[in-house]
Each structure stands twice: as structure tokens, then as C-alpha cells.
């Protein structure tokens, strides 16, 4: 997740110095229904709670972007497990470019490899970028709804969506921590509120059953587009989700690879400890309010236990429980 404050929205944007596309946003924005979370400004545009900061974007996106059959999408929620999805995967498509001692991983954060539909490809700058410059595979990442991805990427192609999601209690605790840390937008937000939100659909892409339940009815559907995964389940065999992921973008592992060891290699290149003690991750910025080692906190399962008491458990229990009734999907 990145910049989402309201410092960074463009100001009303007058005739002389906009583009149509920031003119059609600006009135379409005012049509939609808006609010102030937690200081982070966000519209409802198509059921998806968005930053506005990157409403015009994500319009751009919709209207521009056109998905190549090799394409691969990393779609998920903020805090689900992004930045790792992201290093695995690129360390999953390169691993005959770069040498394991050599690679872009040691030196650069997952999130800067591979970039954003929203937040970096269609930025308030890129009206249009020319994306045929960038070779197959491309690989990018949304932290939009399976819906809104629809006329963009999975009608029209036979690109690949991955799509990671992890237990609401401790992904809402994972949010809090880092919405709490931007600099400069950061400020403290009682848990009880801010959890009181999240329980109301009302956080960045939220709210959170529908993006989750978006991804799962599609993989259910058309389990060669969408690929489910869970970031416990990474945690618990990340050998075993690796072999599928590169089977899934179809870069599967040789046997002679697999007994070289390559996918452990791999998987302790992309691991958190690794990656949370690289220098770059260490002192780097990711964003003028954002440092990259806000995406490498504890990296565990069940740390939202430290923080929640037993009736904020319920109440996100009960919601799950009622949102997500009769799917088939368990956390
Ligand atoms: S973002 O901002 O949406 O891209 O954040 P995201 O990467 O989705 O989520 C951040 C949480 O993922 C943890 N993390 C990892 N876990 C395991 N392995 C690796 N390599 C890894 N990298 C990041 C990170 O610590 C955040 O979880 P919490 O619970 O806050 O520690």
C-alpha cells in the first residue's frame, strides 16, 4: 500500500492545465459518496472503498490498461502479503537472469520491482504510459476488486491473477500498525475505532469480504485465471506454494532444479528474516511517507492475539462468520 494522503489528492483541477481524463474524474467524483478514514480520504467508487489519490489512476487504468495473455496480476489486499507475493514471484519468473548472490532482491525492495497498477503505473504523472516497452512476462500488482479488474484485465486476456488473502485478525492488526506509522499522515488511532471500521467495510479497498470473496468466487470459477492462495498457508509450506505459483504463471520448476535445491534458495531469499535485515529494506524509502521497512513488521501468524481483546475478536469473528457464510472459504 502506498501514499494515501489527502495532501498528495490534485487540487481541483482547472480547464487550462488538466487532461480530459482528470476533468471526467473530477465530475464523476463528485457523484460518489465520500469519506475521511482515519484522516485518509477515500470514495466509494463501484463498492471499493478507494484512496482518493488514486481515484483518477484507477480510472486511467481502467480506460487504458490493456492486459497481454503473459501478464501476470498479484492482486490483494493491503497487508495480506503483497511484498512477499511480489519477491516470489519475481524471483520465481527471473531465476535464470539473475544468480541468487547477484540479484535484484538484495538490493532493492519487492514493492519497487514490481510496480502498481494505481499507485505507480497510472500515477498522477503517467496519463498513458507506453507499457508495450516492458518485456514478457509483465508483472504487476492492484490492490483493487476482482469486479473492477473485469473490463481491464480478465475478459479481454488470458493473463494469470494471483491472489493472496490472510486472516482478518491479523491483517487488520498489520493495517493499523502501518497506518499509523506514514509519516507525516500517520497519527495514533485508538484500535477499538479503528477496528470498528473495518467492521463496517470502511478501510482502503474494503470492505475486506467482498475483495476477498471477489478473488475466491473467480478462482472457483476459472481456477486457471485465478489462482487462491493464503498467507498461512505460505507460512506453513512455502516450498509447496512456490511450486504452485510457478506452475500456476507457467515457469515450473525442472526436477533438476528441484534437486538442486532451488526452490529452498529461493523461498530463504524471499523469506522475511532475509529480506527485513537487507540494508535496503533497512534504511531505504519506499515513498516520501513511507520507509521500506514498514512493509516487514513481525511477519507472523496469530500477532493480532497481542493486541485484540476477546470481544474485538468477537466482533470481527461474527462478521466473518456472517460475511463469508455458505462460500466455502475458512481462515
Ligand atoms: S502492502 O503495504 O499492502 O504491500 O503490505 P503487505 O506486503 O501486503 O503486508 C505486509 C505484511 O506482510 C509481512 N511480510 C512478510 N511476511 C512473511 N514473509 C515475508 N517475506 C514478508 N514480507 C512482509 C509484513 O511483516 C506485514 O505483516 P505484519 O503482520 O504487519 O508483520
Given at each position: 500500500m502506498?501514499?494515501i494522503n489527502e495532501?498528495s489528492v490534485p487540487a481541483r483541477v482547472?480547464?487550462?492545465?488538466?487532461?480530459?481524463d482528470d476533468l471526467q474524474g473530477q465530475e464523476l467524483l463528485q457523484g460518489l459518496e465520500k469519506a475521511s478514514w482515519h484522516g485518509v480520504s477515500l470514495c466509494k467508487y463501484k463498492g471499493v472503498w478507494c484512496p482518493l489519490t488514486v481515484f483518477v489512476p484507477t480510472l486511467?487504468c481502467e480506460?487504458?490498461?490493456?492486459?497481454?495473455?503473459?501478464?501476470?496480476?498479484?492482486?490483494?489486499l493491503p497487508?495480506?502479503?503483497?511484498?512477499?507475493?511480489?519477491?516470489?514471484?519475481?524471483?520465481?519468473?527471473?531465476?535464470?537472469?539473475?544468480?541468487?548472490?547477484?540479484?535484484?532482491?538484495?538490493?532493492?525492495?519487492?514493492?519497487?520491482?514490481?510496480?502498481?497498477?494505481e499507485?505507480?503505473?497510472?500515477?498522477?504523472?503517467?496519463?498513458?504510459?507506453?507499457?508495450?516497452?516492458?518485456?514478457?512476462?509483465?508483472?504487476?500488482?492492484?490492490h483493487t476488486h476482482y469486479d473492477s479488474?473485469?473490463?481491464?484485465?480478465?475478459?479481454?486476456?488470458?493473463?494469470?491473477?494471483?491472489?493472496?488473502?490472510?486472516?482478518?485478525?491479523?491483517?487488520?492488526?498489520?493495517l493499523?500498525?502501518?497506518m499509523?506509522?506514514?509519516?507525516?499522515?500517520?497519527?495514533?488511532v485508538?484500535?477499538?475505532e479503528f477496528?470498528e471500521t473495518y467492521c463496517q467495510g470502511m478501510h482502503v479497498y474494503g470492505p475486506f469480504w467482498e475483495h476477498?470473496l471477489g478473488?475466491?468466487?473467480?478462482?472457483?470459477?476459472?481456477?486457471?485465471?485465478?489462482?487462491?492462495?493464503?498467507?498461512?498457508?505460505?507460512?506453513?509450506?512455502?516450498?509447496?506454494?512456490?511450486?504452485?505459483?510457478?506452475?500456476?504463471?507457467?515457469?515450473?520448476?525442472?526436477?533438476?532444479?528441484?534437486?538442486?535445491?532451488?526452490?529452498?534458495?529461493?523461498?530463504?531469499?524471499?523469506?522475511?528474516?532475509?529480506?527485513?535485515?537487507?540494508?535496503?529494506?533497512?534504511?531505504?524509502?519506499?515513498?516520501?511517507?513511507?520507509?521500506?521497512?514498514?512493509?516487514?513488521?513481525?511477519?507472523?501468524?496469530?500477532?493480532?492475539?497481542?493486541?485484540?481483546?476477546?470481544?474485538?475478536?468477537?466482533?470481527?469473528?461474527?462478521v466473518?462468520?456472517?460475511k463469508?457464510?455458505?462460500?466455502?472459504?475458512?481462515?
Amino acid at each position: 500500500m502506498e501514499n494515501i494522503n489527502e495532501s498528495s489528492v490534485p487540487a481541483r483541477v482547472d480547464a487550462e492545465d488538466s487532461s480530459t481524463d482528470d476533468l471526467q474524474g473530477q465530475e464523476l467524483l463528485q457523484g460518489l459518496e465520500k469519506a475521511s478514514w482515519h484522516g485518509v480520504s477515500l470514495c466509494k467508487y463501484k463498492g471499493v472503498w478507494c484512496p482518493l489519490t488514486v481515484f483518477v489512476p484507477t480510472l486511467r487504468c481502467e480506460k487504458y490498461f490493456k492486459a497481454r495473455d503473459t501478464d501476470i496480476i498479484l492482486a490483494t489486499l493491503p497487508k495480506a502479503g503483497t511484498t512477499w507475493l511480489k519477491a516470489l514471484t519475481f524471483a520465481v519468473v527471473n531465476r535464470s537472469r539473475y544468480p541468487l548472490d547477484k540479484h535484484p532482491l538484495l538490493t532493492s525492495n519487492p514493492q519497487s520491482l514490481i510496480p502498481s497498477l494505481e499507485f505507480n503505473i497510472y500515477d498522477q504523472e503517467n496519463e498513458n504510459p507506453d507499457l508495450d516497452l516492458i518485456p514478457d512476462p509483465r508483472i504487476f500488482s492492484t490492490h483493487t476488486h476482482y469486479d473492477s479488474l473485469v473490463s481491464t484485465v480478465v475478459v479481454e486476456s488470458k493473463c494469470r491473477v494471483i491472489h493472496i488473502c490472510r486472516n482478518p485478525l491479523d491483517q487488520v492488526i498489520s493495517l493499523w500498525h502501518f497506518m499509523i506509522n506514514m509519516i507525516g499522515i500517520g497519527r495514533f488511532v485508538p484500535l477499538d475505532e479503528f477496528l470498528e471500521t473495518y467492521c463496517q467495510g470502511m478501510h482502503v479497498y474494503g470492505p475486506f469480504w467482498e475483495h476477498v470473496l471477489g478473488y475466491w468466487n473467480a478462482h472457483l470459477k476459472s481456477p486457471e485465471k485465478v489462482l487462491f492462495l493464503k498467507y498461512e498457508d505460505l507460512k506453513k509450506d512455502i516450498n509447496f506454494s512456490m511450486k504452485k505459483i510457478a506452475e500456476f504463471i507457467g515457469f515450473p520448476f525442472s526436477l533438476e532444479e528441484e534437486k538442486a535445491g532451488l526452490i529452498e534458495e529461493i523461498a530463504k531469499l524471499c523469506s522475511f528474516d532475509k529480506l527485513k535485515n537487507l540494508e535496503v529494506n533497512k534504511v531505504g524509502m519506499h515513498s516520501p511517507h513511507i520507509k521500506n521497512s514498514y512493509f516487514f513488521r513481525k511477519g507472523e501468524i496469530g500477532d493480532s492475539a497481542n493486541y485484540l481483546t476477546p470481544h474485538m475478536v468477537d466482533r470481527i469473528e461474527k462478521v466473518v462468520e456472517e460475511k463469508f457464510e455458505g462460500s466455502g472459504l475458512k481462515f
